[in-house]
Antibody
């Protein structure tokens, strides 16, 4: 059974750095068919892709947020970590991690439950 | 402003057939496959259709997808009250927009 679960702070202050962890089970981060993305959704708004890490540790970032994002993984812990610097109230959103199985298309299939992050002083 | 364009809302009565469109360009839908996701209120998106028209195990065959040129569509037949949700299309994009882009979402109301 494939599961992903996001964890991290519920509230961050403006200018702080956000660190979110995605813990996965049911698949291995070293499987060449698998990758993980972070995607966010501001309240009442659409989904926005942020970053992706491939099994070979190659990374890809949203062009508009690239300077603020870092994605990494710890295969032994089955965890993918996203850091976002210089947080602003507009970054308030539910942050999801999602799995990609490249054998059945390049898009996300399984999603975590999401973690709501509020940016406020 | 989302890269893929969807109507903000759609509606239908129980038993009806409704379709939701997703418009893109040659760099995304025109050259790559499309997924559709269903997001029930307060929950995470769930994969509904992958690779344009494939249903994952467990998704009723009332849901179907199609693609033509730079547009895609999701059709829901035999509409049920539990289908009331937000629906998102997504695709790979070969331009600087990508690599993964989403539509703005369509809120489906079952009247």
């Amino acid at each position: 059974q494939v599961t992903l679960k996001e964890s991290g702070p519920v509230l961050v202050k403006p200018t702080e750095t956000l660190t979110l962890t995605c813990t996965v089970s049911g698949f291995s981060l070293s499987n060449p068919r698998m990758g993980v993305s972070w995607i966010r959704q501001p309240p009442g708004k659409a989904l926005e892709w942020l970053a992706h890490i491939f099994s070979n540790d190659e990374k890809s970032y949203s062009t508009s947020l690239k300077s603020r994002l870092t994605i990494s993984k710890d295969t032994s812990k089955s965890q993918v970590v996203l850091t976002m610097t210089n947080m602003d109230p507009v970054d308030t959103a539910t942050y999801y991690c999602a799995r990609h199985d490249y054998a059945s298309g390049s898009l996300p299939d399984y999603w975590g439950q999401g973690a709501l992050v509020t940016v406020s002083s | 402003q989302s890269v893929l364009t969807q109507p903000p809302s759609a509606s239908g009565t129980p038993g009806q057939r409704v379709t939701i469109s997703c418009s893109g360009s040659s760099s995304n839908i025109g050259s790559n496959s499309v997924n559709w996701y269903q997001q029930l209120p307060g929950t995470a998106p769930k994969l509904l259709i992958y690779s344009n028209n494939q249903r994952p195990s467990g998704v009723p065959d009332r849901f179907s997808g199609s693609k033509s040129g730079t547009s895609a569509s999701l059709a829901i037949s035999g509409l049920q009250s539990e289908d009331e949700a937000d629906y998102y299309c997504a695709s790979w994009d070969d331009s600087l927009n990508g690599p993964w882009v989403f539509g703005g979402g369509t809120k489906l109301t079952v009247l």
